[in-house]
Structure formats: structure tokens, C-alpha cells
């Protein structure tokens, strides 16, 4: 997208700041939610590389949705934008989703990584 007011810029660097953060949330989400669970998990006398696994798997939707702030609120925004003509907020909106999923699976990947455990699906 090409602005060429100084509004339309400070949108788009908004904008990317936000998928940067969705980003990051969701990777944080996974990342620190596992390895919290595989303290846990040490505590209790069972395998902490596993629970570390096995915790990262529950997290993912939940990241997903703690990074876009809750999905009603985006399926909202994405119907009222579908419903006025705005395609430039849908597509910020898919993006944002998009972003979030990144980071999930971005997390996922270290997971994986560091466990060395993959699913069996």
C-alpha cells in the first residue's frame, strides 16, 4: 500500500507494528506457556521435554487467539468491513490472522526443536 499523506503512512506503520506484535504474542504464547508447563511437569516427577511437547499442541489455538485479541472481535470487524466495502480492512484483518498463526507455528518449530518429539498425525 501507497500513501501519500503523512495519516496514510502512520496507518500503514501502525498497521505493521500490529502484525508484528500478533506475530510475537502468539510466539510467546507457545514458547513460555510449554517451557512453564515443563516446569511443571519436572516438579511433579514427570517427563518435562514430552509435557513441554504435549503443553505446546493445547496452546496453539489459544496463542492464535490471544495474539488477535479475542476472535469475535476480528470475525466482527471482518463482517462490518465485508458489509461497507472496505477489502483494505479485511485484508488487514486476514493479515493480522495470518501473523498470528506465524508466530504459533514459529513457536511450534522451537518446540519441536527443542523436544525433538513430532506429532503422529
Known amino acids: 500500500m501507497k500513501f501519500d499523506t503523512k495519516e496514510g503512512i502512520k496507518m500503514e506503520r501502525v498497521t505493521l507494528v500490529t502484525l508484528i506484535i500478533a506475530f510475537f504474542v502468539a510466539f510467546g504464547v507457545i514458547v513460555g506457556g510449554s517451557i512453564i508447563g515443563g ?3 519436572f516438579l511433579s516427577g514427570e ?3 514430552h509435557w513441554i511437547y504435549i503443553v505446546a499442541q ?9 495474539a488477535i485479541g479475542g476472535t469475535f472481535d476480528t470475525i ?3 463482517e462490518r468491513s465485508f ?4 477489502p483494505d ?3 488487514r484483518q486476514f493479515l493480522w490472522i495470518f501473523c498470528a498463526l506465524g508466530g504459533a507455528q514459529a513457536g ?3 518446540i519441536n526443536w527443542l523436544t525433538q ?3 503422529s498425525l
Open 76 to 78: 466482527n470487524n471482518m
Open 108 to 110: 511450534m518449530e522451537i
Open 89 to 91: 480492512e479485511i485484508m
Open 117 to 119: 518429539e513430532r506429532s
Open 83 to 86: 458489509l461497507s466495502g472496505s
Open 39 to 41: 516446569i511443571g511437569a
Open 58 to 66: 493445547r496452546l496453539k489455538i489459544w496463542a492464535i487467539a490471544a
Open 47 to 49: 517427563p518435562p521435554l
